[in-house]
């Protein structure tokens, strides 16, 4: 068995604030006993305010919270997922972008979202990540303390080709940081990620932002880590905070043995379109 932990998080609007709550949770979970750490999606920001926003974001090299991962990871010997942070792009845009931290304070994986989620909820909310952010062009598989993770972000939980590519790349864990809106989690959060495991035998690990955010906006919670049968391991619900889980890496060719579905994977043609 190995020991993660994930961070629940309200993040707000001061990079700064955000750092100090992370650099907080990567103590507490190496003092827990956790190998590795998993953050929500926007761990260093959320603020719907794009021209206040445009003043705290930074370029990666800057970025106060990427900074203090990586001095927490290499100070307490642990790996640490941030599960997405805000960042200037090349190209005038931003970057939604995931990193894999080692216990050496190394960066070992980037990951850019690949689906922006451009909406109009029932709610009233309006949502237009094309607007200010760049799509990712590839996905991403990395070795860590806990198996090969299948890194993604948020809206990508929608795509289950994603998560097949993943699965036919090696990953044994899907990793979902998130910030799910509260109508949408409450229809499809749960649903979609016990679907995740189930079709690729394989761990999910979701880190969600929740509450009332200083912007305004509210996120759904319930963190979630699910076994490959689709078990739910963890379920933190709607307080902040931090939670842990054990991982059983055997798990995964126990259940693929059970039910081979990666080796019955076949590409399937559409042959006819009947009118």
């Known amino acids: 068995m190995t020991r993660i932990a994930l961070l629940q998080m309200c ?34 920001l959320i603020d719907r305010d794009r021209v206040r926003a445009a003043m705290s974001v930074t370029s990666e090299e800057d970025d106060l919270v990427l900074a203090a991962a990586r001095e927490g990871a290499a100070a307490h ?51 237009r990540e094309s607007a200010a952010y760049t799509a990712g062009q590839g996905a991403r598989v990395v070795a860590s303390p806990i198996g090969k993770i299948g890194l993604s972000i948020c809206y990508d939980l929608r795509f289950a080709d994603l998560y097949r590519a993943l699965s036919n790349a090696g990953a044994t864990v899907l990793s979902v940081p998130a910030a799910f809106t509260r109508p949408t989690g409450e229809a499809h959060w749960h649903i979609l990620l016990r679907a995740r495991a ?53 798990r995964v060719d126990e259940v693929r043995a059970r039910v081979p579905v990666i080796a019955h994977r076949r590409t399937i043609p559409v042959v006819e379109v009947l009118a």
């Open 198 to 250: 189930i079709e690729a035998g394989a761990f999910v690990i979701a880190a969600a932002q929740t509450g009332e955010h200083a912007d305004g906006r509210a996120t759904y919670g319930h963190t979630l880590v699910i076994d490959p049968w689709g078990e739910i391991l963890l379920d933190m619900g709607e307080e902040t905070g931090l939670g842990f889980a054990e991982i059983d890496v055997g």
């Open 11 to 44: 993040s707000g609007t001061d990079p700064a604030d955000n750092a100090s709550a992370v650099s907080a949770a990567i103590g507490a979970a190496a003092v827990g006993g956790a190998a590795m750490l998993f953050t929500p999606e926007m761990t260093n």
């Open 77 to 127: 010997g642990i790996w640490v997922y941030l599960g997405s942070l805000a960042l200037k792009g090349a190209d005038g845009k931003l970057a939604n972008r995931g990193f894999v931290i080692d216990a050496t304070g190394a960066i070992r994986a980037r990951y850019d979202k690949l689906h922006l989620f451009d909406v109009d909820l029932p709610t009233g909310e309006s949502w």
